[in-house]
């Protein structure tokens, strides 16, 4: 079996070497090469013959087959369909904002979360993203687009915490200095709140912004629309977040899909706004994005209008969320496992 090169970090292949008897620069620069996007050892050209011969025999690159790729005629956002090694395929988005381009990757093939609004949990989940997985939808986006990618949210398909270890590991590769560089502040990780892993995250220190799914202020109501929330519950969810800042520095942001009828009346918008005054936090109000499979509906202009009033009277920091690429069913919740190939 040969070993996963991409995943691993300049230390680890910088161990494996010595038993080579190649001194430690090599892993460095093997490290460069793939944070580059080298997709074959052959193009390590300031390493010798031999030793690329022995890197193939022990380690694969890995490597994203583009299956599909739709741009949006709205705003220019790109959506890939790509094929893993095994055959799977995940979703990766592509956004053009004013402060540089974003992608939105993936973190499961599938999600087990079941939010009752969200597609890609429609299947369950099928296995979780390798780091290298991960770190190939940012460098394969890039390199098929030709667009410099500055930031990344883990805002794909998948619950990035119930991949913890992979994602941990993702990141550490992601910001390398050697690698591909992409510093903490530009990343987001978007979560639906699995609260049990946040002081193990929290003492990590990251400076990436943790974004956390709240969707509702109360219990009767989240529990309805994120099964996540049962056994959790709301309170134990910020009293989380609050300490998550208090560990970091870092303000927790919260999504909020606005569902008409569900959670978008002005018993939600008081509750929310008396629950997140606390925090400090700041809520990105999302209408809704109509999920084929789903019954939910987006709230209606007025009321979000409403919503939104209630919650600065109060105080709270709110934005509403660009849909992009709503065309392409590239909108949040819209992204899901399809057929390899259809
Ligand atoms: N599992 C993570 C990240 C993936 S989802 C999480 O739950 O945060 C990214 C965001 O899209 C989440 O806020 C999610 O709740 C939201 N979302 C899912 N389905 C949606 C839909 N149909 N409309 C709008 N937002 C949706």
């Excluded at 038993?19 to 074959?40: D, H, M, N, T, Y």
């Excluded at 991949?163 to 979560?191: A, C, K, Q, W």
């Excluded at 910020?238 to 800042?245: G, I, V």
């Excluded at 709110?318 to 496992?337: I, K």
């Amino acid at each position: 079996m040969k070993k996963d090169i991409k995943s691993m970090l300049p230390q680890e292949i910088e161990e494996d070497l010595s038993r080579l008897g190649e001194p430690p620069f090599r892993a460095k620069q093997i490290f460069r090469w793939l944070g580059r996007g080298a997709v074959s050892f052959q193009e390590m050209t300031d390493l010798s013959k031999s030793l690329r011969e022995k890197l193939e025999q022990q380690y694969y690159i890995s490597s994203l087959k583009p299956l599909k790729k739709q741009v949006s005629k709205i705003d220019g956002t790109i959506k890939y369909l790509w094929e893993l090694e095994d055959g799977n395929a995940v979703e990766t988005v592509v956004m053009k904002y004013k402060h540089g381009n974003t992608v939105c990757i993936s973190s499961q093939v599938g999600c087990r979360m079941g939010c009752a609004f969200c597609a890609s949990t429609i299947g369950g989940l099928v296995r979780n993203l390798k780091p290298s997985e991960m770190l190939d939808q940012v460098l394969y986006s890039e390199s098929e687009s030709g667009l410099k990618i500055s930031n990344i949210v883990l805002m794909g398909i998948g619950e990035p915490l119930d991949n913890y270890d992979n994602v941990m590991r993702f990141l550490e590769l992601v910001n390398h200095p050697e690698g591909r560089n992409i510093g903490m502040r530009h990343i987001s990780l978007s979560t639906c709140g699995l609260t049990e892993v946040f002081d193990k995250l929290g003492e990590l220190n990251l400076q990436l912004t943790l974004s956390v799914s709240l969707h509702a202020p109360d219990d009767e109501t989240r529990s309805r629309l994120m099964s996540v929330n049962r056994g959790r519950g709301v309170d134990r969810l910020l009293d989380a977040c609050d300490e998550y800042y208090r560990r970091t520095g870092r303000r927790v942001s919260f999504e909020y899909a606005m569902i008409d009828g569900v959670n978008d009346t002005e018993y939600h918008a008081r509750l929310l706004a008396d629950k997140i005054k606390k925090t400090g936090g700041h809520v990105n109000l999302i209408p809704l994005n109509h999920v084929e499979e789903r019954e939910f509906a987006p709230s209606s202009e007025e009321n979000m209008r409403a919503f939104i009033k209630i919650l600065r009277k109060k105080g709270v920091n709110v934005t509403v969320r660009r849909r992009l690429g709503s065309d392409v069913d590239a909108s949040c919740g819209q992204l899901r496992r399809k057929a390899a190939k259809d």
